[in-house]
């Protein structure tokens, strides 16, 4: 019994998103509908901030993707849709954010991070050890020395 409640409840889970838009929100334009869904697919949800609006249940999802359909209706283009939504709640509600010069760190950020850190390695790689510096300044009596006591303490 177990078993088919998890299974039930996994199904639930996975069939959610699929029915987040509603038959009623849906335009009778195929073209539109298609156009609006393509739209409502980049805009992140406001409420729970990692999901689409196209599959979130949220009721601000819900007005969002109203929204969209009406815009596209009163004749907007995709552009104009999606820059009335980010004038009005801000470019948050991308969930690819437009690549311009205020967002430059947040685009480039990952990559001159991964540089540095490259760099980093390879300095500390190409540099001489301190133990070989060491090892260098050491007379031949001294290695003999020093060797000696390494045998000895194994």
Not at 11 to 31: C, H, I, R
Not at 61 to 69: E, G, N, T
Not at 133 to 151: D, H, I, P, V, W
Request: glycine content about 4%; proline content about 5%; hydrophobic content about 45%.
């Amino acid at each position: 019994m177990r078993r088919l409640t998890a299974t039930l409840m996994l199904l639930v889970a996975l069939a959610a998103p699929a029915l987040a838009v509603q038959p009623d929100e849906m335009l009778k334009n195929p073209v539109l509908e298609a156009r609006a869904r393509h739209l409502s697919e980049g805009l992140r949800c406001l409420v729970c901030q990692n999901e689409s609006i196209d599959n979130s249940n949220a009721p601000l999802a819900h007005d969002l993707r109203v929204l969209i359909r009406q815009r596209l209706k009163a004749g907007d283009t995709d552009s104009q849709v999606i820059n009335y939504v980010v004038a009005r709640y801000g470019e948050f509600v991308l969930l690819k954010p437009r690549f311009e010069p205020r967002t430059l760190v947040l685009w480039l950020g990952p990559f001159a991070i991964l540089l540095a850190g490259i760099a980093f390695v390879w300095s500390k790689r190409s540099r001489p050890s301190n133990v070989a510096k060491a090892e260098a300044a050491l007379s031949a009596e001294e290695k003999s020395r020093l060797s000696r006591l390494l045998k000895s303490r194994t």
